[in-house]
């Protein structure tokens, strides 16, 4: 069905996006500095985030609607039945409060220039982040764990955007670096980079623990329904990309001020994480349309 | 393209294909039960909270005749909990259709069936 079909990929996009719009913030205000430019490139690299954002959360949400009206695309995309949405339903709600936050962002990006507007966007790129949780099994939860689930996502959601969303606006800091010559700030940004990275991991790996605990919640469902295998697959990407990772930590990193090529090889096996990356975000993205494994089965 | 997208996960994981969710947890009366009662209303349980507008649930005698009344709704206390009366049940064999849309904005659709007995 189309409707599926635009569902998952504009999910991916969507995700993608706003991992990487936090991801800007993060790099430019942790990683970068000192920073050797205005900021003009870093900004309109959010603002391409922020747009692609919109859009492909807009097909997102007509998607949403046409699956919960029932109807195809085209009939439903129509006022009445968004408005009954927006207004009526918790993701609508949620819908609008994302909305919000996107247009302050957006006019954040278009007229702010001073120093601390990056931690304004950066403040609200999180919200826009976080509050995903909401869109999600975590939000639609009906027991008494809902609390902890929305927290544990968030945070998913919100280390995620350092590790591994970061590596994209870190591979594009790099390539700058590299090709202006600023080879010490470059070997800086490895360094921060790496430091924040780690933490990022943990906080990945435990709160995904703690949603895989209550989403799967036995070994038997995560290999027995389509949930927990495709959560498998999630896993190994993410375990490949944690070990090129770590490859870089361990062999590259050593060697940044002896070896001329050590920081090509990094910049190269960062872009191959960044791909990686694209992957996991794809599988997250037809993992939240699955009922969890935990699911009851129809009596 | 899910179609393709799963089938190209499958081949490293061995997934099924299966896409229909299967969100109901509990009804009363049971599925499947035999009651000697009429009940006054029909109540499912299901595993989200839901969204009511976008949810519904009918209930049929033998003959899909829609006998129930037409005021589904939510308890309040438990966003999870569909509900729709209906009259005093003659014995007979009744269909519950369900459709279930969750708070994720996931639908789901079901039917079972009970009996009342004389």
Not at chain 1, 77 to 99: E, H, I, K, S, Y
Not at chain 1, 128 to 155: E, F, K, N, Q, Y
Not at chain 1, 177 to 193: D, H, L, N, Q, T
Request: net charge positive; proline share 6%.
């Amino acid at each position: 069905m189309l409707t599926e079909e635009i569902l998952i990929l504009s999910r991916a996009v969507h995700f993608g996006s706003c991992l990487a719009l936090l991801a800007i913030f993060a790099v430019r205000l942790i990683v970068e500095p000192p920073a050797l430019d205005d900021g003009r490139a870093a900004r309109r690299m959010a603002g391409l985030c922020l747009a692609l954002a919109a859009g492909s959360g807009f097909l997102w949400f007509w998607a949403s609607a046409a699956g919960m009206n029932g109807s195809g695309l085209i009939e439903a995309l129509n006022w009445p039945l968004f408005q009954l949405v927006l207004t009526q339903t918790p993701p609508g709600q949620a819908w609008m409060f994302r909305c919000g936050v996107g247009v302050i962002l957006a006019l954040l990006l278009c007229f702010a220039r001073r120093g601390w507007s990056w931690w304004v966007g950066a403040a609200l790129a999180a919200a826009l982040v976080g509050s995903i949780a909401w869109l999600g099994h975590a939000g639609a939860s009906a027991d008494a764990s809902r609390p902890w689930m929305l927290a544990a996502d968030v945070t998913h959601l919100l280390a995620a955007s350092l590790w591994p969303a970061g590596l994209l606006p870190f591979a594009l800091l790099l390539r700058r670096r590299m090709k202006a010559g600023a080879i010490p700030e470059a070997r800086a940004a490895v360094r921060r980079f790496s430091a924040i990275s780690l933490g990022a991991v943990a906080v990945v790996v435990a709160s995904g623990t703690v949603n895989a605990l209550f989403l799967v919640g036995s070994f038997h469902a995560l290999v027995s329904s389509d949930y927990g295998r495709l959560l498998m697959v999630k896993l190994a990407l993410f375990a490949a990309a944690l070990a090129l990772g770590a490859w870089n930590l361990l062999i590259h990193k050593p060697r940044l001020e002896s070896s001329p090529g050590a920081m090509a090889a990094i910049a190269r096996k960062v872009w191959i994480e960044a791909a990686l990356a694209s992957l996991i975000i794809l599988v997250v993205a037809i993992l939240g349309t699955l009922p969890p494994a935990n699911a009851p089965p129809n009596p | 393209m899910k179609k393709l997208l799963l089938a190209l996960l499958c081949c490293l994981a061995g997934l099924d294909g299966a896409y229909a969710h299967a969100f109901l947890d509990h009804a009363d009366p049971r599925v499947g039960s035999v009651i000697h009662a009429s009940p006054a209303e029909v109540k499912i349980w299901f595993t989200e909270k839901l969204i009511l507008p976008f949810s519904d649930v009918k209930v049929v005698d033998a003959a899909g005749n829609e006998i129930d009344k037409r005021d589904k709704r939510l308890d309040p206390a438990n966003g999870a909990l569909l509900i729709v009366s209906v009259p005093a049940l003659k014995p007979g064999r009744y269909t519950v259709t369900w459709r279930a849309t969750a708070v994720d904005t996931h639908v789901t659709h079901g039917t079972f069936t009970f009996a009342v007995s004389p």
